[in-house]
């Protein structure tokens, strides 16, 4: 399978637009399991050649062009190649270079996107390139990009562990929601909390986080624990949504405490 995701690449990357291709997710990181899907981002600059993708692709794949898919995740296709799942992921590289800019500064952006429930985060663009595997870089691109990326900005790392305010807000906001045992605020809140915790664990241990999958396991041990506990019991009564939250708002505390030590 390997041969023919390296030959498929290959492929992409003499489609006019399409400046190389980079194999994402699990499998690029050497975490996958049986069944995984073969994540392929197609980085691309300027008008992209839809007509020769849709034709790489074959009659009965559908291609959704740049903005198909949402504003942040561009477009691509869903393959079934050999049985193996192969998505083929859009990505505009001059909006790439912007974002990475922009981490480098301290910037970031949280963007609603259909299929990231937390919201998609800009500097996932930086640490998909950053922790991707090239198949296909014929300029050599791709390769002096990633190379910058290799060290985490300590900007954006600032940047992130300022947000952790939010969580305590969040918070404080769903104690209102638990007296009137408003299930669906709390769960939200306590969810949303959790992520930005985990967004900035991940950056202050200079780790890029990609999205919400594997997000929370690979925070610290005492953290994940506690946080999945959290979460896999909200509780449905005043009494119980209560008690989560002031679990959460420990949490919180001792989060905020780990993050200054």
Not at 13 to 29: F, Q
Not at 35 to 48: I, M, P, Q
Not at 184 to 210: E, F, K, N, P, T
Not at 230 to 254: M, N, S
Request: hydrophobic content about 45%.
């Amino acid at each position: 399978m390997q041969r023919i995701i390296t030959g498929m690449a290959e492929q992409l990357a003499r489609v006019p637009g399409v400046v190389g291709v980079a194999l994402g997710g699990s499998r690029a990181r050497g975490e996958h399991r049986p069944g995984s899907d073969w994540d392929l981002g197609v980085y691309y600059r300027g008008e992209l050649d839809l007509a020769a993708l849709r034709a790489l692709a074959g009659p009965d794949v559908e291609v959704a062009g740049p903005g198909g898919w949402g504003p942040w995740v561009d477009g691509g296709a869903w393959l079934t190649v050999d049985g193996d799942a192969v998505d083929w992921i859009l990505r505009d590289l001059d909006r790439v270079e912007r974002v990475w800019a922009d981490c480098r500064e301290g910037r970031y952006e949280v963007g609603v996107q259909a299929g990231h429930p937390l919201g998609f985060w800009s500097p996932c663009y930086a640490g998909e390139l950053a922790l991707g595997r090239l198949l296909a870089d014929p300029t050599g691109e791709l390769a002096a990009l990633q190379a910058e990326m290799g060290t985490y900005p300590e900007p954006l790392r600032t940047a992130l562990l300022g947000s952790v305010w939010e969580a305590e807000f969040l918070v404080t906001g769903a104690a209102k929601g638990a007296a009137r045992a408003d299930v669906l605020h709390v769960s939200l809140c306590l969810s949303r909390a959790i992520g930005i915790l985990v967004q900035a664990l991940h950056a202050d241990a200079r780790r890029w986080c990609l999205n919400e999958k594997g997000a929370l396991a690979a925070t610290p041990p005492w953290f994940a624990a506690r946080a999945s506990a959290l979460l896999a019991a909200v509780g449905t009564t005043p009494e119980a949504l209560t008690a989560t939250i002031t679990e959460a708002r420990t949490l919180v505390t001792d989060t905020l405490a780990a993050l200054r030590a």
